[in-house]
Each structure stands twice: as C-alpha cells, then as structure tokens.
C-alpha cells in the first residue's frame, strides 16, 4: 500500500512557474513507477509524465514537452512535478499516482494508486 499526498497547486499568470510535489507513505516507494495526471473541468483525466522507479526513464505527453519536469527522491518518498512556461490551458487538478510495475504506462488504469489532487489554476 502506498498513501500519496500531493501539494505545491495554486493561481499563477501564464509563463509563470509552479513545482507540485507528492509524500508517498509506504515502505515500497522505490519500487513504483510514479506519475502525474491532471484533469480539468468537463474532461477526462489525462496522462501528463511518468518516472521509472530508479530515475532513469521518463515520459511525458506532447503538451507539457519542454516545459514540465518530473523528478523523484526515493530517500524522501517523494517526487516532483516541475512547471514552467504555463499556459491557460494547464489549468487542472493535478494527480500523483503510483504503478506497482517497472514499465511507463499512461493509461488511468495501469496505476494502483492516488493522490487526492492539487488545483493548479493558470489565469492568461
């Protein structure tokens, strides 16, 4: 089992930056694969990035190329969602979630675990 909190949302201008953050509670964190999701109003959550579980593979979806960062800190439990350049259209609630297996996977429902979601609002 793994409990994931996720924190650092907030309001920021277009072209400003953000860094969210997720505490994994577990003793197994090193093992997951960890990603970030979001979901905005009306629509379904999407796959934003992923990070193997040793660092060394990463993935990210085309609309957040170049400008977000994931990384991670198995010392600490934690992983990273570095953002910047925002746009409008960033505006989400933004998921940490875990997958139990080594392989990056995008889809919703490859990952065991979630957060409780961060709002990240960008006003343009």
């Known amino acids: 089992q793994v409990q994931l909190v996720e924190s650092g949302g907030g309001l920021v201008q277009a072209g400003g930056s953000l860094r969210l953050s997720c505490a994994a509670a577990?003793?197994?964190?090193?093992?997951?694969?960890m990603g970030w999701f979001r979901q905005a109003p009306g629509k379904e959550r999407e796959f934003v990035t992923a990070i193997s579980s040793n660092s060394i593979s990463t993935y990210y979806a085309n609309s957040v190329k170049g400008r977000f960062t994931i990384s991670r800190d198995n010392a600490k439990n934690t992983v990273h969602l570095q953002m910047n350049s925002l746009k409008a259209e960033d505006t989400a609630v933004y998921y940490c979630a875990a997958r139990r297996f080594v392989s990056i996977e995008t889809w919703v429902g490859d990952y065991d675990y979630w957060g409780q979601g961060t709002q990240v609002t960008v006003s343009s």
């Open positions: 577990g003793r197994t964190f090193s093992s997951y694969t």
